[in-house]
């Protein structure tokens, strides 16, 4: 099976910063399939974070996490990192990185075909 790997979650006071990495289990995957990143806290819907196009780089950040996060590939690690500064107490959740044929427009929770098992984000003083 085809699979992707989280690191990278964990304990953080507000403002302060995390570097999530999710690391693809095939060459192929990583070089053709949309990644995105997905959080998903209790009570909340499962939401898109940011997305990154294979074709252009181009990216797409949701409006709660512009200025403060940003995705990036790395293609000899085929690595997919969220760089996540000045969290707040609003960015607590379950992270889940995210492989789709789609693009990044088209991509939604609901149809992702491959997600990662999810890290766990906390913000706290």
């Known amino acids: 099976q085809v699979h992707l790997v989280e690191s990278g979650g964990g304990l953080v006071q507000p403002g302060g910063s995390l570097r999530l990495a999710c690391q693809a289990s095939?060459?192929?995957?990583?070089?053709?399939?949309?990644l995105a990143w997905f959080r998903q806290a209790p009570g909340k819907e499962r939401e898109k974070v940011s997305c990154i196009s294979t074709s252009d780089g181009t990216t797409y950040p949701a409006d709660s996490v512009k200025g403060r996060f940003t995705i990036s590939r790395d293609n000899a690690k085929n690595t997919m990192y969220l760089q996540m500064d000045n969290l707040t107490p609003e960015d607590p959740a379950i992270y889940y990185c995210?492989?789709?044929?789609?693009?990044?427009?088209?991509?939604?929770?609901?149809?992702?075909?491959?997600w990662g098992q999810g890290t766990q984000v906390t913000v706290s003083a």
């Open positions: 995210a492989a789709d044929i789609r693009p990044c427009p088209g991509i939604v929770a609901k149809a992702v075909d491959v």
């Open positions: 095939s060459r192929f995957l990583f070089d053709h399939y949309t």
